[in-house]
T-cell receptor, first 112, second 112 residues
Framework: RKEVEQDPGPFNVPEGATVAFNCTYS??????FFWYRQDCRKEPKLLMS???SGNEDGRFTAQLNRASQYISLLIRDSKLSDSATYLC?????????????FGQGTRLTINP | NAGVTQTPKFQVLKTGQSMTLQCAQD?????MSWYRQDPGMGLRLIHY???????DQGEVPNGYNVSRSTTEDFPLRLLSAAPSQTSVYFC???????????FGQGTRLTVV
C-alpha cells in the first residue's frame, strides 16, 4: 500500500463548480500535512498547509481527519486558472520524521 | 533572493555516463532533498539531508549519491546512468520538515 494515496483523476469540471479532492495516508504518526499545486512541466508549489481544526484560504478549504487518516481539499467557485495537478503531502512521522511523502497527484481541468 | 537553483535544466546522457545535478539554495535552510518524478508515480524521494554533513536515503536511492558539505549546496550524482533514470529531478529545501518546501525548476534528464 502506498503511504499517501490520491485519486489521480482526471477531474473535468465547469468553471464556477465546486470540486473536492481526497487523500489518505498510512502512517498514523504523521504530524504535518500539506496541499501542493503543480502546473504542467513546472515545479510544485505550496497551496496550503492543513491544520487539525481545518483551515480556509479564500476559495480553498482543507480538512484533516486524524482518526480516519484522511485529508481533503475543497475548491469553491472554480476558475480556469485552478487547472493543475494537486499533490497531497505528508511528513513521515516519528520514525520517518525527516521525509515528506507525496501522493501521485490529482489532475484537475476547469472547462469554460 | 534566488530561492532554489537547479542546473542544468535539460540533459541527455548516454548509458554508463556519470554526471552531477547541482542544487543550491540561498535561504539558509537546513533540510534539503532530491526527488524524481515519473508519469503516474508522483514525486519519489531519492536522498535527503537535515544539515551539512548529514545525509540519508529516501525511497529510491540506488544509482545515486549525495553529499552535503555546505548548508547551501546539495549535489546529486548519477554514478553510471541507465535508461531507467530518465526522469524529471527536483531539488527542494525547507526550514524544517514541518514548513513549506521550496522547489527548484527541475532537471529533465534523458538517458539513451
Amino acid at each position: 500500500r502506498k503511504e499517501v494515496e490520491q485519486d489521480p483523476g482526471p477531474f473535468n469540471v465547469p468553471e464556477g463548480a465546486t470540486v473536492a479532492f481526497n487523500c489518505t495516508y498510512s502512517n498514523s504518526a504523521s504530524q504535518s500535512f500539506f496541499w501542493y499545486r503543480q502546473d504542467c512541466r513546472k515545479e510544485p508549489k505550496l497551496l496550503m498547509s492543513v491544520y487539525s481544526s481545518g483551515n480556509e484560504d479564500g476559495r480553498f478549504t482543507a480538512q484533516l481527519n486524524r482518526a480516519s487518516q484522511y485529508i481533503s481539499l475543497l475548491i469553491r467557485d472554480s476558475k480556469l486558472s485552478d487547472s493543475a495537478t494537486y499533490l497531497c503531502v505528508v511528513n513521515g512521522g516519528v520514525q520517518g520524521a525527516q521525509k515528506l511523502v507525496f501522493g501521485q497527484g490529482t489532475r484537475l481541468t476547469i472547462n469554460p | 533572493n534566488a530561492g532554489v537553483t537547479q542546473t542544468p535544466k535539460f540533459q541527455v546522457l548516454k548509458t554508463g555516463q556519470s554526471m552531477t545535478l547541482q542544487c543550491a539554495q540561498d535561504m539558509n535552510h537546513e533540510y534539503m532533498s532530491w526527488y524524481r518524478q515519473d508519469p503516474g508515480m508522483g514525486l519519489r524521494l531519492i536522498h535527503y539531508s537535515v544539515g551539512a554533513g548529514i545525509t540519508d536515503q529516501g525511497e529510491v536511492p540506488n544509482g545515486y549519491n549525495v553529499s552535503r558539505s555546505t548548508t547551501e549546496d546539495f549535489p546529486l550524482r548519477l554514478l553510471s546512468a541507465a535508461p531507467s533514470q530518465t526522469s524529471v529531478y527536483f531539488c527542494a529545501s525547507s526550514y524544517s520538515i514541518r514548513t513549506e518546501a521550496f522547489f527548484g525548476q527541475g532537471t529533465r534528464l534523458t538517458v539513451v
